[in-house]
Each structure stands twice: as structure tokens, then as C-alpha cells.
Nanobody, 126 residues
Framework: VQLQACGGGLVQVGDSLTLSCAAS????????MGWFRQAPGKDREFVAS????????YYADSVKGRFTMSRNNAENTAHLQMNSMKAEDTAVYYC????????????????????WGKGTLVTVSS
């Protein structure tokens, strides 16, 4: 499975932005999908993950209540809706996918995800 994230850009503090991840070369319907981000000089960190069906989501504390992850298996896509953005949300955002049982979706370690796309840069300006 190949993943490609898009939708990054320059926004202001308090703005909203939606990232999308398009998959090709296979179906994501039985993969846990995740979003990670990496700020300059920092390690890659977990942002959100979502179960096969999309009914269950898991968020990092830093984005809980502001970000919403969703997926559309029919379109082979995943999305990250980011609201009330902060300067500290500035990072390169990556989508990732992992083989896992249907009921297991709370995966947060980047080393656990098998498939990665190239990142998309999000810059939040104050």
C-alpha cells in the first residue's frame, strides 16, 4: 500500500485545516490508519489513529478535542480535520497504516506502523 498525504499549508492561529491521505496499490479497509507529525528538531510523534470501520478513534492529548480523524474505505482515504490550530501544531504531518485486528486501534508508536506516506507541511503562524 502506498500512501500520500496532502492538504498542508500556511494557516493562522485559530484557523482550521483538513489533511487527506490517499492510498493506492491496495485497500486500507482492514488497516488501522494513523497520523503522525514531526516538528523541526523533534522526534516523530503520534497524533491520531482510527479503527477499520472508523467508529473508534484515538488521539494524543495535545490534539484531543481539536482534531478529528476520519476515513472513507470506499474511497481508500483518511482525513485529519484540525481546528483551533496552535503554533505548536507546526510540523510535517505523515499518514501511516498498520495491519492489526479489527478491535485494536490504539496504536501510537511510529515504529509499529508498516506503511508510510511522504509528509505534508503544516505551518501555523501567530
Amino acid at each position: 500500500v502506498q500512501l500520500q498525504a496532502c492538504g498542508g499549508g500556511l494557516v493562522q492561529v485559530g484557523d482550521s485545516l483538513t489533511l487527506s491521505c490517499a492510498a493506492s496499490g491496495g485497500t486500507i479497509s482492514r488497516l488501522v490508519m494513523g497520523w503522525f507529525r514531526q516538528a523541526p528538531g523533534k522526534d516523530r510523534e503520534f497524533v491520531a489513529s482510527i479503527s477499520w470501520s472508523g467508529h473508534m478513534t484515538y488521539y494524543a492529548d495535545s490534539v484531543k478535542g481539536r482534531f478529528t480523524m476520519s476515513r472513507n474505505n470506499a474511497e481508500n482515504t483518511a482525513h485529519l480535520q484540525m481546528n483551533s490550530m496552535k503554533a505548536e501544531d507546526t510540523a510535517v504531518y505523515y499518514c501511516a497504516a498498520k495491519s492489526a485486528p479489527q478491535v485494536e486501534y490504539r496504536w501510537s508508536g511510529p515504529e509499529l506502523f508498516e506503511y508510510w506516506g511522504k509528509g505534508t507541511l503544516v505551518t501555523v503562524s501567530s
